[in-house]
């Protein structure tokens, strides 16, 4: 396999310790969600329905709040964000085991519109530390960092609540975070690259950057997380129904590993591939995977094709909003972009979970599959107008020394 790729991006000042910094400020956001389950279950007495209101509210939050976010480290920078979401996020976790459940449901929903900024301002300050000819491999780490924090995070949490308390793991999780965030702010990653930061920042009309190309982006994150999250719940119904789930950490993980070794391959391939292709392909290889037999290691090794396909997916996808998106309003954009992550991960594990208690297990796979393979046809005009426009770009035979740049992935 060619590592060149890897080896040049990684070369790039400031890229290593970006991604080193990447990895362990997502740990503690990656416990978030188990944590306040353990903790809305076993210490508030609630249900596990009551627990999943609170983790809504936290992504609704999130969800608005990251456009928001984003437009402020536009216009303001970087550290006065930090601060301000740093000062939130501690508030919250050193209050929430102190709260009464009316009390942490509007809480959690103010948490997360100010939740540390993490994912989409690393994304962000990729597109700054990397020209954009290298950015695929540089966001395909950056992808795969994403996957090792969400199979350590949760694990980890599982471990505190079970060797402490959940209350007691509440405040060592709101630790990690604003430690995360002191980290980030120590660090100051750039959020635009040294030759877009010369001259006045000038406001972009949201019209002129917000175009059907880049809602299109956006629409192929939200279907492609919303395959996974509902392929997450429909693993662990298929292995219930099968009474085999104590075998579900196993079988996750070779889901992960498989996306980690996607990840890595699209990295170093030598041509980029469409964010609507790979997407198409994940929810594709998705439906069928409940047919696969009920055995762990047969849903295992069903898993694998689709696996294959989650990181380079959400790589290519923050790849093209980097790419669509003027660097005077990157972070806005890479903040729908977080949204629209956020929202189809929301989306799929309910809409899963539904499908399953009205059918059989082996549905949650295939209808958020199918809504998947929706989304690319329903997408997949904005596609051939784009590569219609680029064929007709192409120079003429009689203009040999003109070069084409390869189109960017919408």
């Known amino acids: 396999m060619n590592l060149k790729p890897y080896r ?32 809305v279950v076993q210490d508030l007495g609630r249900g596990y329905g009551a627990a999943g209101l609170v983790g809504a509210a936290i992504t609704v939050g999130a969800a608005i709040g ?6 402020l480290v536009d ?21 929430a085991p102190l709260l009464s459940y009316p009390l942490l449901l509007p809480a959690a929903f103010v948490a997360g519109a100010l939740a540390l900024p993490i994912f ?23 992808s795969m960092s994403v996957e090792l924090s969400f199979m350590v995070g949760p694990a980890l949490a599982t471990v505190a609540v079970a060797a402490i308390s959940a209350r007691t793991t509440l405040y060592l999780v709101g630790a990690g975070i604003v430690a995360a965030g002191i980290g980030l702010w120590l ?16 406001r972009v009309p949201r019209r002129e950057w917000l175009t059907p190309r880049l809602l299109a982006v956006l629409a192929v994150s939200t279907a492609g997380t919303l395959v996974l999250g509902g392929t997450d719940v ?69 898993l694998i094709p689709a696996g294959l396909l989650c990181a380079p997916t959400i790589a290519a996808t923050s790849d093209a909003v980097s790419r669509l998106a003027p660097a005077a309003v990157r972070g806005e954009a890479m903040g729908l972009h977080g949204s629209a ?34 989304v690319a046809l329903v997408v997949l005009p904005i596609e051939l107008r784009r590569r219609r426009t680029v064929a007709r770009s192409v120079p003429t035979p009689d203009a040999p020394e003109a070069e084409l740049a390869p189109a960017p992935a919408a």
């Open 120 to 142: 989409s301002v690393i994304r962000q300050s990729i597109a700054a530390l990397v020209p954009a000819d290298r950015r695929r491999p540089a966001y395909a780490l950056d």
């Open 75 to 95: 216009r303001r920078g970087l550290r006065p964000v930090l601060v301000l979401t740093g000062v939130a996020e501690a508030v919250f976790w050193s209050t």
């Open 187 to 202: 660090q100051n990653p750039p959020i635009r690259a040294a030759s877009e930061a010369v001259g006045p920042r000038v």
């Open 341 to 374: 992550v956020t929202v189809g991960i929301a989306l799929g594990a309910p809409l899963a979970g539904a499908v399953i208690d009205a059918r059989a297990p082996w549905w949650g796979f295939a209808v958020t599959g199918a809504i998947g393979v929706l």
């Open 234 to 302: 429909a693993v662990i119904a298929v292995l219930r129904e099968s009474g085999e789930v104590g075998w579900t950490g196993a079988v996750l993980a070779m889901w992960a590993v498989a996306s980690l070794v996607g990840g890595f391959a699209y990295g170093a391939a030598s041509r980029s591939v469409s964010p609507l292709a790979l997407m198409a392909a994940l929810s594709l290889f998705t439906i069928p995977i409940g047919l696969g037999g009920s055995h762990w290691w047969l849903l295992g090794l069903a």
């Open 8 to 39: 040049e991006a990684l070369a790039l000042p400031g890229l290593r310790s970006l991604l080193l910094v990447a990895v362990l400020a997502r740990v503690p956001l990656t416990a978030t969600g188990i944590t306040l389950t353990f903790y």
């Open 66 to 71: 990251g456009p928001l976010l984003g437009r």
